[in-house]
């Protein structure tokens, strides 16, 4: 029995052990990028790899990012200086920095996702002079995955504000303008896009700042007609890639973003009240109380109701009230033989 409890003890932890490498990079090992570039070197020190090692971000499902800078102009003090390098992704602990690499011998394209092979072979970049890539790892664990490289003129943009995230509810006819303010003017070949959604982005859609004034640009997101109360969630990003192209691979494309430290921004389009159905006292009825309680059905999406009792076709009111519920008991006694006409309407915010 002995045995046997140690034999089972160590399977249970070489289980566990398999499924966190499996699950996501381990991050004291993260990913650096040796090659011929900085002779390769290889350290999981940050100030040895300087950007050669990648950066941790917790955004869509996780990824690796830096960016390189590249001029023959060494007074600049770039990354590297123009030309055809070989390099790598790789992965490990000091004692085996290159347990874990990642390559392809395909060509790396800077238009669409690049796939990389666990253990496969050398990477091959040309890069240019007085020019910046920012390179993107999809963290997938220690196994296949994509990344892209994007090139700019220069340092890709972060952002410093955004404004008009509505804080009331708004009605299915309003439209919402958005306003970012960027770190600095950006690069020609950079996009500033508000990708919203109101399924919790299963489905999204994206629109791009093309108006700016000065470091600020505007959007409008679209009225959003509905029936029902709707959340509508979104945030900025920038990226050098058309939405046309993103397909799935939206996050890998994203350079820089900007979405309330990951809770997305948000606001409520709350739709209009249902009509109300109006119960007790029926129409044309005769013998009322001269106290009656006025009852009405519940109305959707209303949060109060509106009652009006009149004598003259609504000019005036004998009773101009609003409630919660979904009944009206008339305080003062109405004058017997005389007709009396009421409605009732539900409300909200929106209307």
């Not at 005036?316 to 979904?326: H, Q």
Request: negative net charge.
């Amino acid at each position: 029995m002995r045995t046997f409890c140690s034999i089972f003890i160590y399977l249970v932890i070489f289980v566990f052990v398999d499924f966190r490498l499996n699950a996501q990079v381990y991050e004291p090992e993260g990913i650096n990028i040796p090659g011929a570039w900085n002779n390769w070197t290889n350290s999981n020190d940050t100030s040895t790899m300087d950007n050669f090692r990648l950066q941790k971000r917790n955004f869509g499902g996780g990824q690796y990012i830096t960016t390189l800078q590249i001029s023959s102009d060494l007074s600049q003090t770039p990354d590297a200086t123009p030309g055809t390098y070989e390099w790598l992704f790789t992965s490990g602990p000091n004692t085996g920095l290159y347990n874990n690499k990642w390559g392809t011998s395909s060509d790396i394209s800077f238009v669409t996702i690049n796939p990389v092979f666990h253990q496969g072979a050398n990477n091959t970049t040309t890069v240019e002079d007085n020019s910046y890539y920012t390179i993107t790892f999809k963290d997938q664990g220690y196994t296949n995955t994509d990344f892209s490289i994007q090139k700019l003129s220069q340092q890709p943009i972060t952002f410093e504000n955004i404004i008009g995230v509505p804080t009331t509810s708004v009605s299915p006819s309003t439209s919402v303008d958005v306003k970012v303010i960027l770190s600095s003017s950006k690069a020609s070949e950079e996009k500033i896009y508000l990708r919203y959604s109101i399924d919790d982005f299963t489905t999204s859609s994206a629109i791009e700042f093309t108006s700016f004034n000065g470091d600020t640009g505007t959007v409008t997101i679209p009225a959003i007609t509905s029936n029902n109360n709707t959340i509508v969630k979104f945030y900025i990003l920038s990226t050098t890639i058309d939405k046309s192209l993103w397909g799935q691979n939206v996050d890998l494309f994203t350079l820089s973003y900007l979405n309330n430290s990951s809770n997305n921004y948000s606001y409520t389009v709350l739709a209009s009240p249902s009509q109300v159905s109006l119960s007790s006292p029926s129409d044309d009825a005769s013998g009322v109380v001269l106290q009656p309680t006025l009852s009405w059905s519940s109305s959707a999406r209303s949060t109060e109701y509106d009652v009006q009792v009149s004598t003259d076709g609504f000019s005036s009111y004998v009773i101009n009230a609003t409630t919660t519920d979904t009944s009206y008991s008339v305080g003062s006694a109405l004058e017997y033989g005389t007709a009396y006409s009421w409605r009732v309407r539900g409300t909200n915010t929106t209307g």
